[in-house]
């Protein structure tokens, strides 16, 4: 009887530590990170959802939104109807729920792990990005074929080659750049020019 209940309890140890393993595992990005997280300071995070003229009627999508700021400002600071964080890492999601937390936003954002160039955003009326310039022009068909005409784009940093902005401003030294969605996108899209 002694070696049996000693054979359960050491079944129930390993059990116990290989779960911890196997919830790290399923969480683990499905692909490294295009780009290493670096936070955009909270003021190009405002000055990019007022160029995008964010309101009560938007629904706000932070493609590789790291810690969440500026999904849960898009809600808590200019009203929008709903915010949605896309990224790759599970640790930024992590953040992302945390921070939506702390500021008690919950019921109004939404954080997706998965790869930004692959996620459904067709119900976005507002797109932010803090990439790279190359990563933007890679994203740029997707944007075309899924997002309606006049959904407003806004870039920290970042360009979209040849693709001009409609704006461009400075915040802090920072260069920020908004777009919005042309009514030939899916045209453009299809005809290959990126």
């Given at each position: 009887m002694r070696v049996r209940t000693a054979s359960l309890a050491c079944l129930l140890l390993l059990a116990t530590l290989a779960l911890p393993a196997a919830a790290q595992q399923s969480?683990?990005?499905?692909?490294?990170?295009?780009?290493?997280f670096v936070p955009t300071p909270q003021e190009v995070v405002d000055g990019m959802l007022k160029l995008a003229g964010v309101g009560p009627k938007d629904i706000v999508?932070?493609?590789?939104?790291?810690d969440g700021?500026?999904?849960?400002?898009?809600?808590?600071?200019?009203?929008?109807?709903?915010?949605?964080?896309?990224?790759?890492?599970?640790?930024?999601?992590?953040?992302?729920?945390?921070?939506?937390?702390?500021?008690?936003?919950?019921?109004?954002?939404?954080f997706?792990?998965?790869?930004?160039?692959?996620?459904?955003?067709?119900?976005a009326t507002v797109v932010t990005l803090y990439l790279l310039t190359?990563?933007?022009q890679k994203l740029r068909p997707k944007l075309w074929l899924e997002l309606r005409p006049g959904t407003r784009i806004v870039s920290h940093a970042f360009d979209m080659g040849d693709w001009q902005p409609e704006k461009t401003e400075d915040v802090d030294g920072r260069k920020i750049?908004?777009?919005?969605i042309p009514n030939d996108a899916k045209a453009r899209a299809g005809a290959g020019q990126k």
């Open positions: 969480q683990a990005p499905t692909r490294e990170p295009d780009v290493i999508y932070d493609l590789g939104c790291g700021r500026t999904v849960v400002t898009a809600v808590k600071k200019f009203g929008a109807l709903r915010a949605v964080g896309v990224d790759i890492d599970p640790e930024r999601i992590a953040d992302s729920n945390a921070t939506a937390k702390e500021a008690g936003v919950t019921d109004k954002v939404k997706i792990q998965g790869d930004l160039f692959e996620a459904d955003i067709k119900e190359s990563l933007n750049y908004f777009w919005t």
